[in-house]
């Protein structure tokens, strides 16, 4: 039996990022406990838990990504499983949250099915949800339970700072990523620009103007996530254009439906910075413009945290070397 501080405490991992699992439980000094998922023949999911979680603390670790609701259907069902259990709580470590984009309606007669996630989550029996970087703060107010927004600034930051990069400028890739543009800028001690685009539809987007000044400067793109990469491409070939001696971008989930990698690969972009929300795939992980950085750390003091009813906001900030 597992304890963390005299409290019992179970860590699960599902299918849809095993490896971060394990980072996780290796940093709060656990194992992972055994949960075996299975498919019948028509592809239903049945979950069996292999050991008692009674009156214990549970987190499950499950990004909701490609395949979205395959995953979303193996952590409802598991929720369901520890709920029947008796577990004490339930916490949900979903470090992607899958149908983020859907969070308001753009146009007549759509869901809003970041809403409809939340109140399955919800219903499923979730006590508390922890994400990181999701795509729109308000869908925190879609839930009647805490919900902890992690923020991989830190990390992403600290990576920035030790490359020593000099005329830093940090570019938002729209109005919308300003806010989190700036973030990055005032830890990096640099100024902002921020590129003006129009998005006729979903995945296509045209660049319109840019905002600030890039020419003979290191251009650092900050986004939450990169899709086809399309609007990620648009704005390296405009930065470059304008001038900027280098192109990086970081974001928070790698997403890169086809033809990401492809685009990404070709463009002049001298590095693609991201986290592990979401798993490369070995072949992306094991090409040269690609860094994947690892956000266990946060996840798992956050963990520690939560157990030991410690706040968990100090975690989202970061001192530069010069503040330490």
Request: glycine share 6%; charged share 25%; hydrophobic share 40%.
């Amino acid at each position: 039996m597992a304890t963390i501080h005299g409290k019992k405490v179970k860590l699960f991992s599902l299918n849809s990022n095993k490896q971060l699992a394990e980072e996780i439980a290796d940093y709060v000094g656990i194992e992972l406990s055994c949960c075996e998922v299975k498919r019948f023949a028509d592809g239903e999911v049945q979950i069996n838990i292999d050991e008692s979680v009674r009156g214990h603390a549970v987190f499950i670790i499950q990004s909701t990504h490609k395949p979205v609701n395959e995953n979303y259907m193996e952590l409802f069902i598991m929720m369901d499983a520890l709920k029947r259990a008796s577990a004490q709580s339930i916490n949900v470590i979903m470090p992607y949250y899958g149908y983020s984009r859907q969070d308001r309606k753009a146009a007549a007669r759509q869901p809003i099915s970041a809403k409809l996630m939340a109140d399955l989550l919800q219903m499923a029996g979730a006590d508390r949800v922890l994400c990181m970087d999701l795509h729109a703060d308000q869908i925190q107010g879609f839930f009647n339970i805490p919900i902890d927004n992690f923020r991989a600034l830190p990390i992403l930051a600290e990576y920035f700072d030790n490359k020593n990069l000099e005329d830093i400028v940090v570019v938002s890739p729209d109005h919308g990523g300003t806010t989190r543009a700036r973030r990055l800028a005032e830890a990096l001690n640099a100024p902002i620009a921020i590129i003006d685009k129009r998005r006729p539809r979903p995945n296509v987007a045209q660049v319109m103007n840019l905002i600030g000044e890039v020419e003979g400067k290191n251009a650092i793109i900050i986004d939450d996530m990169v899709d086809t990469a399309g609007t990620l491409v648009a704005a390296v070939n405009v930065l470059k254009q304008k001038g900027a001696k280098g192109v990086y971008c970081c974001c928070t989930h790698p997403i890169l439906s086809d033809p990401a990698v492809e685009r990404i690969t070709n463009s002049p972009l001298n590095e693609f910075v991201t986290t592990n929300t979401i798993l490369l795939d070995e072949e992306v992980r094991h090409n040269d413009k690609f860094v994947q950085l690892s956000i266990a750390k946060i996840f798992g003091q956050g963990i520690l945290n939560i157990i030991d009813d410690k706040a968990v906001s100090d975690l989202f900030d970061y001192r530069g070397k010069n503040d330490k």
